[in-house]
Each structure stands twice: as structure tokens, then as C-alpha cells.
């Protein structure tokens, strides 16, 4: 099963609101969360780098303003899209890192099933 | 600046296989990945390769990494239908903590 759970998968919000989407590490503890974000046809873009606890990194050309992030536990992220725009429509997802257990073992990526954000 | 480039479509015949090629930039990458997305769909991780690594494999698939030349390249044997998908190769330059360079995708189609 999963184990990046992302809330919603699919929201439709007016012109001008603002919508938030939750990133959940389900079983392991994250201090560190990406989020990216992908435009039809194209590849996947990092947005910004979430840290526990602390303000989060943005990507050159990414305003900080306007997609607010908060990582206030070990195990959530989120991503306010504040005055969202039609511009703003786009398929966010988000990852973490679940630790290596051992040295047979490798730390490993998980990704949520992303989140479908259209603006009207 | 990292950069990570792929071609961007592919036609299979079923049955055959695929290659799907892709060069990185950065020459302290030290995980190497490929994931793949259905239509709709999030990521799905398919395989990684450690950068001191030649190869590996997993079932249908292989991976071969040329660290000489940065090139990574994903076979998939015996390609099948719902292999339809784009695949995206991307770089870690710190294992896992640090940000994912993605490059654009490869469109595969599978056709009878």
C-alpha cells in the first residue's frame, strides 16, 4: 500500500481562493518533504524542498507567497496555493524519504498519488 | 546547472524491446532512477542503480549505466501493452535527502 498519501487527488477551486493539499508520510518519519509540480505534457518540476520545523527552500522562480508551505510534524507537509489562478492548474505531487534500515539497506523515495488542482 | 535529457517518444512493436535513453550532467549523481506514469497517474518507481554500478536487473527490466559518459538506459524485455507509459530517468546527487532532477519523459507506445 501506499505510503505518501496525498489529500486530494482531485479539487476544483474558483478564481482567486486558495486550496491547500496534505502530503502524509504514513509510516516513517520525514524531516524533509519535496514538492513538485507537472504541467500536461511535461516533466516534473521540483517547486520547493519542505523542512520540519523550519521555513521551507523555494526553486528559483517559484514564489514563496503564493504556494505556501508548512511542515509542522514529522509526517505532514502542505501546499497552500494562496489567489489560485487558472494558471496555477496542475498536477502536484510531493516525496519523501523513508531512512535505510541497515547498511544492506538504501534510504528510498516515495512519492503520493498526487493531487489534480483546477482553477475556474 | 544539472540537467537531465531524454528522448522524448518511442514506438514498440509488442513483444519487442524497448530502450529508452538518457544522459545526466551532473558527475556527482550518485543514484540514478527511473520511474513511470500512467495516464492520470502518479509516479511509479520501477528500478534505481547506485552511480558504481555497470548494470542491473529486475525481471524484464535492465538498466545500464555508462558513468564515463552519463548515459543510463532502460531495456524492457518483452514489451507489452501495458508497459504503454512515459518514463522518466532522474538524478540524486545525495541519495535520497536532495531533490530529484527529472528529465522531460519518454512517451513509449506498444503497438500489435
Known amino acids: 500500500g501506499a505510503v505518501v498519501s496525498q489529500h486530494p487527488s482531485w479539487v476544483i477551486c474558483k478564481s482567486g481562493t486558495s486550496v491547500k493539499i496534505e502530503c502524509r508520510s504514513l509510516?516513517?518519519?520525514?524531516?524533509?518533504m519535496f514538492w513538485y509540480r507537472q504541467f500536461p505534457k511535461q516533466s516534473l518540476m521540483l517547486m520547493a524542498t519542505?523542512?520540519?520545523?523550519?521555513?521551507?527552500?523555494?526553486e528559483q522562480g517559484v514564489e514563496k507567497d503564493k504556494f505556501l508551505i508548512n511542515h509542522a510534524s514529522l509526517t505532514l507537509s502542505t501546499l497552500t496555493v494562496t489567489s489560485a489562478h487558472p494558471e496555477d492548474s496542475s498536477f502536484y505531487i510531493c516525496?519523501?524519504?523513508?531512512?535505510?534500515?541497515?547498511?544492506?539497506?538504501?534510504?528510498?523515495?516515495?512519492f503520493g498519488e498526487g493531487s489534480w488542482l483546477t482553477v475556474v | 546547472g544539472e540537467d537531465v535529457e531524454q528522448s522524448l517518444f518511442l514506438s514498440v512493436r509488442e513483444g519487442d524491446s524497448s530502450v529508452i535513453n538518457c544522459t545526466y550532467t551532473d558527475s556527482s549523481s550518485t543514484y540514478l532512477y527511473w520511474y513511470k506514469q500512467e495516464p492520470g497517474a502518479g509516479l511509479q518507481l520501477l528500478t534505481y542503480?547506485?552511480?558504481?554500478?555497470d548494470m542491473k536487473q529486475d525481471q524484464r527490466l535492465t538498466v545500464l549505466l555508462n558513468k564515463k559518459d552519463k548515459h543510463l538506459s532502460l531495456r524492457i524485455a518483452d514489451t507489452q501493452t501495458g508497459d504503454s507509459a512515459i518514463y522518466f530517468c532522474?538524478?540524486?546527487?545525495?541519495?535520497?535527502?536532495?531533490?530529484?532532477?527529472f528529465g522531460a519523459g519518454t512517451r513509449l507506445a506498444v503497438h500489435p
Open positions: 532522474a538524478e540524486s546527487s545525495t541519495g535520497g535527502y536532495n531533490k530529484l532532477i
Open positions: 542503480i547506485f552511480s558504481n554500478m
Open positions: 519542505s523542512n520540519e520545523g523550519s521555513k521551507a527552500t523555494y
Open positions: 509510516d516513517f518519519q520525514a524531516t524533509t
Open positions: 516525496s519523501a524519504t523513508r531512512l535505510g534500515r541497515g547498511s544492506s539497506n538504501g534510504n528510498t523515495i516515495y
